[in-house]
Every structure is written in C-alpha cells, then in structure tokens.
C-alpha cells in the first residue's frame, strides 16, 4: 500500500509495522512486546528489526487476545486506522476465536469490573467494619 508516485517497498522491520497497522501505540510497544515473545512469525519467535514481508504470517498476542495475520501490505507510515486494517488479513479461526473470546466477556463479566474510581465514604466504612470484624 504506497502512494502514487512513491516506489513499492517490498520488506519493513517488524515492529514498524505491528505501528503501522495500529496493533501497538508506539513502536517501543511493539518492539517490548517483540522482545517478550508476545510476536511470532510463522510460529517462531523474532527480534524487532526481523523484516517483513507480503504473505508473512504472524501470531499477535495482546492481554488474553491472540490476532493470527496474514501480511497483506506495507507502509512506512501511520495511517487511519481504516486504512492500517487493509494492511493485514486475520485468518478466519483468529476471528472465530475473537468473537467467542467477546461473547464469553459480555456474558460473564470480570468480577469487580463494574466498580469505578475510589469507594465512596459509606463504603469505606463498611469496609473498615468489615475487615475489623476479623
């Protein structure tokens, strides 16, 4: 994916490219997550300045979510986020996985999820009545 007038380029470092296509914020992000083992390509692990290549598959693991993409384009620079998921393909199985992942969130929530902020001074004391209970 290049502009017109611009020569295609046929291979980018690793973590440039986990930037581009908007999987991390920064390219340092990509690159700890590189260097974590949370980033493989073609089921082995890699350094953030592996080159990348059309056709190239990669594993993408973010928090509990695994992305499984195949390289579709490549940019040197960050685009709109629609532009950036043009970038890549997620294999099908990837996507299945994803959305059970999704379901199973909304219909079991993570306890304590819904609590925001600092608790509010009833529920201080009743927590400080709770725990001196013991």
Not at 27 to 44: C, E, F, M, N, T
Not at 64 to 85: C, F, H, K, M, Y
Not at 108 to 133: C, H, W, Y
Request: net charge positive; proline share 5%.
């Amino acid at each position: 994916m290049t502009t017109s007038g611009h020569p295609a380029i046929e291979y980018i470092r690793i973590d440039k490219w986990l930037w581009t296509a908007r999987f991390y914020k920064t390219r340092s992000l990509a690159a700890q997550a590189i260097a974590a083992g949370h980033v493989r390509l073609a089921g082995h692990p890699v350094k953030p300045a592996r080159d990348l290549r059309c056709g190239d598959s990669l594993e993408i693991a973010i928090g509990d979510t695994i992305w499984s993409v195949v390289v579709r384009g490549l940019n040197e620079q960050r685009r709109p986020a629609v532009e950036a998921q043009q970038l890549y393909e997620e294999t099908r199985a990837s996507s299945e996985r994803r959305a059970t992942q999704r379901e199973t969130r909304l219909l079991a929530p993570v306890p304590g999820s819904d609590l925001r902020g600092r608790p509010t001074k009833k529920a201080r004391r009743q927590i400080r009545g709770f725990n001196e209970g013991f």
